[in-house]
């Protein structure tokens, strides 16, 4: 287990930004260093307490996803070693935590993919029967396998403020209002490039024991206009994981995500706004566990 980073320090690069869990800094006009710390966001707040080898294990996954998902849509990985952009005396805040990525255009929508009902897309469905306007059948239970996966965007949050679900169509707007004449078409893009690697993926995790609930996939252009794949892909922080074996339907399934410390959270009297409350160690303990059984069992690798 490595020393838990809360927050990187680099001081050889100029620092754009911090995100919730990644800090963000400019290599140069075309290129960016993306740190990935060990915080932990819940309800969008983020947590006081570090979990151990969470970057690490957020890195792993995402490079394991980029390479086996790269022949469905170009992504944001440059292959340059992060070691050899920052000083000497900093390579150890990168290592096995950081990635050389390209500078792109995001677009102003998330991209979630739900194969399940479970989250907020249950809360939706038990009010209305839909989920970001989908329709759904009636009468289907917590948790329950929709017959076919669905596009379900969210339009994007200041810190410490929550995602809004939307509809396609009200995403493919504010792509629209956002981006311009192409926003719309590149709307509809990220909806089937993310349905595809959902699918794909989802193929994959199931061979291993693991059913993938839900995910979401952020989007990016270059100066062509190319769609490309950012952020991250499929780890514990954007998806939920279920271990195949105990998913039973009518119920919230254990999982191998951040879902664990939700539910601790959901047990304590916090209106969810910041600042987020300290964790017991042993929920820390546990979430760390978690996470790395989460690459260890998806890949077929230790973590190194």
């Excluded at 009636?138 to 379900?152: H, R, S």
């Excluded at 590149?186 to 490039?193: G, I, N, S, Y």
Aim: net charge neutral; hydrophobic share 40%.
């Amino acid at each position: 287990m490595s020393t838990p980073l809360f927050e990187s320090s680099i001081k050889s690069l100029p620092l754009l930004g911090r995100g919730k869990v990644r800090d963000i800094y400019a290599v140069d006009d075309d290129k960016l260093l993306i740190v990935a710390s060990d915080r932990l966001s819940a309800f969008d707040v983020i947590l006081p307490d570090p979990i151990p080898d969470k970057g690490r294990v957020l890195t792993a996954m995402a490079d394991f996803w980029f390479a086996r998902l790269g022949h469905i849509v170009a992504n944001q990985l440059t292959g340059i070693a992060p070691e050899s952009v920052v000083a000497a005396s900093e390579r150890d805040q990168v290592q096995g935590r950081a990635i050389v990525v390209k500078r792109l255009k995001p677009l102003p929508v998330e991209a979630v993919v739900r194969g399940y009902v479970i989250g907020s897309g249950w809360k939706d469905y038990q009010a209305s029967g839909a989920i970001c306007g989908v329709a759904l059948p009636a009468g289907l239970k917590q948790a329950a396998k929709l017959l076919q996966p669905i596009f379900t965007p969210a339009t994007k949050a200041d810190a410490g403020e929550h995602d809004e679900n939307v509809s396609f169509e009200q995403a493919r707007a504010h792509c629209a209002a956002v981006i311009g004449s192409q926003g719309a078409a590149l709307a509809e893009q990220a909806r089937d490039v993310a349905l595809s690697l959902y699918r794909e993926a989802a193929d994959y995790a199931a061979g291993r024991g693991i059913i993938i609930a839900d995910t979401k996939f952020e989007f990016g252009v270059d100066a062509t206009g190319t769609l490309h794949l950012i952020d991250e892909a499929l780890t514990p922080d954007s998806s939920r994981f279920w271990p195949a074996a105990d998913y039973r339907e009518g119920t919230s399934p254990p999982s191998f995500d951040k879902q664990y410390v939700r539910d601790y959270l959901e047990t304590l009297d916090w209106n969810k706004k910041a600042p987020g409350p300290r964790l017991p160690a042993e929920v820390i303990a546990r979430t760390a566990d978690k996470y790395r059984e989460a690459y260890s069992r998806l890949t077929g690798r230790q973590l190194p």
